[in-house]
């Protein structure tokens, strides 16, 4: 059974910074592309960052030069450390890994960006 488990939010200053977690179990990370989501409240879910298999990564363009989306193997956990944090970026944070046909979702972070 394949398990996601997000964690690391909380409740930030505007400015300040955060590192979320995505721990994985019953599936290899490193074999696929994982990605973080996002989703405001009232708003879709959007994307927000993605490591490939090989270590490349993307972001979207509001938050580039601000995250850091990185992966430990053996720890079989994906990161994103979020710097200079924003009032929305208030947000449900969600890891998801992708395989061929399938993807998998974690249960989502919260992180709220508030004085």
């Known amino acids: 059974q394949v398990q996601l488990v997000e964690s690391g939010g909380g409740l930030v200053q505007p400015g300040g910074s955060l590192r979320l977690s995505c721990a994985a179990s019953g599936i290899i990370l490193v074999f696929g592309a994982v990605d973080w989501y996002r989703q405001a409240p009232g708003k879709q879910r959007e994307y927000v960052a993605r490591i490939t298999s090989g270590g490349t990564t993307n972001y979207t363009g509001p938050v580039r030069g601000r995250f850091t989306i990185s992966r430990d193997n053996n720890k079989n956990t994906v990161y994103l450390q979020m710097y200079s944090l924003k009032p929305e970026g208030t947000a449900v944070y969600y890891c998801?890994?992708?395989?061929?046909?399938?993807?998998?979702w974690g249960q989502g972070a919260q992180v709220t960006v508030s004085s």
């Open positions: 998801k890994a992708n395989r061929v046909g399938t993807e998998f």
